[in-house]
């Protein structure tokens, strides 16, 4: 699988889950715990990332595949981290359309 269709399955996803909440969620109760549950998953990714920086720093001797690791742990966490940040952001425009059109 290329690339761009594994990007485009992650953004199919974040659709689907989109036109679930909309169907099923009207509790505000529910709606911030989605959201504490995104933040947490984004802070999970950069702890988890961070521990493996730390990792590739201590354990790798050759600066040259050092410096490419460390390059490639931060491009996936950055992506991971901006691929949480557009879900979080999918589900609050889904929640404030769902929560509007009962109003």
Do not use: C, P, Y
Request: aromatic share 6%; proline share 0%; net charge negative.
């Amino acid at each position: 699988m290329s690339e761009e269709n594994s990007w485009k399955e992650f953004s199919d996803d974040i659709s689907n889950m989109s036109k679930k909440i909309k169907s099923n969620m009207t509790d505000e109760e529910n709606i911030e715990d989605l959201k504490s549950s995104l933040k947490e998953t984004r802070e999970s990714i950069f702890n988890s990332f961070g521990e493996l920086i730390q990792i590739v720093e201590n354990t790798v001797k050759d600066d040259d595949i050092k410096e490419d690791a460390l390059n490639l742990v931060n491009k996936l966490k950055h992506e991971m981290s901006n691929f949480v940040d557009s879900a979080r952001e999918t589900v609050s425009e889904a929640v404030n359309f769902k929560l509007s059109e009962e109003e």
